[in-house]
């Protein structure tokens, strides 16, 4: 797609062999993460499990960024912890979304200057679906101001490839 691999069935993807970076590739290695960013599903770390279950199936998004009531970044959720939680057969409407999130120092982020291929270095490393896109306040906090998944990246592949 980038000139730089090619795909066979039953064989997977494999090196080309370009000695120079197509145009599009360039292009690529260029953009920054704000140009690409889609808009975040945020919730409040006081909000229910319930209420959060029903946001996130209700945008259809693989999880949300858990804010604090200052609106800083202190978590995040996936559909996965959310299955954890109503496994355990507990009142999802009583129990507080901040109770099962995954906190600091488990969550990866990205700035919005920050390259899209450096951003999606981390989303492989960390093996994760998408990223909170953050803007550090000036007491060090986070700021949420947008996402970076896995299709933000196949819908640009997508559009480079147009």
């Given at each position: ?21 197509s ?10 993460v704000?140009?690409i ?11 229910s ?28 959720v ?40 450096e ?20 007491d ?23």
């Open positions: 797609m980038l000139g730089v691999l090619d795909a066979k069935p039953k064989v997977g993807y494999f090196y080309i062999g370009h000695s120079e970076p145009q599009e590739y360039n292009l690529f290695k260029e953009m920054h704000s140009q960013m889609g808009v975040p599903l945020t919730v409040h770390q006081n909000d499990v319930h209420d959060v279950i029903v946001q996130i199936f209700m945008e259809d998004t693989g999880g949300g960024f858990v804010l604090d009531q200052d609106g800083y970044l202190v978590g995040l996936s559909r996965k912890d959310l299955l954890k939680a109503s496994i355990g057969g507990g009142d999802l409407t009583k129990l507080p979304i901040g109770v099962i999130m995954t906190r600091f120092p488990n969550i990866t982020t990205v700035l919005e200057e920050e390259l899209v291929l951003a999606a270095e981390k989303l492989v490393t960390r093996q994760v679906d998408s990223l909170p896109v953050v803007r550090p306040g000036k060090g906090r986070l700021k949420v101001v947008g996402k970076f998944s896995k299709t933000i990246i196949t819908r640009l592949f997508l559009e480079i490839k147009e």
